[in-house]
């Protein structure tokens, strides 16, 4: 599969090639915001578009989403400790650290 070029939001493939990394497509349509058209013998048969606009945000932004979220409730928190206490220990690093 072609790696689309940092400057373009879309990239041509060939109906297996898509096959083939259909998964991939997807991820670059959907969280890239990427366009993809579907080509077969040169001329453009289909394009994938994201459905509905790209959401974009500084990490700045997101550091706020994430603290205005409300916390877990206790139920979940009791849970998550009553599964850490039950995971094995790790073996010894054999390189002493």
Do not use: C
């Not at 940092?6 to 497509?25: C, D, G, I, V």
């Not at 409300?70 to 995971?87: C, F, M, R, S």
């Amino acid at each position: 599969m072609e790696k689309p070029p940092k400057s373009t939001f879309h990239y041509h493939l060939t109906p297996t090639e898509l096959a083939r990394n259909l998964s991939e497509t997807l991820h670059r349509v959907r969280y890239q915001g990427q366009e993809v058209i579907i080509s077969k013998a040169e001329e453009p048969i289909a394009r994938f578009v994201p459905y509905g606009p790209a959401v974009h945000m500084t990490a700045r932004e997101l550091v706020e989403l994430l603290r205005s979220a409300p916390g877990p409730d206790q139920a979940y928190l009791d849970t998550v400790g009553k599964l850490a206490k039950k995971q094995p220990r790790l073996p010894r690093s054999p390189w002493g650290r």
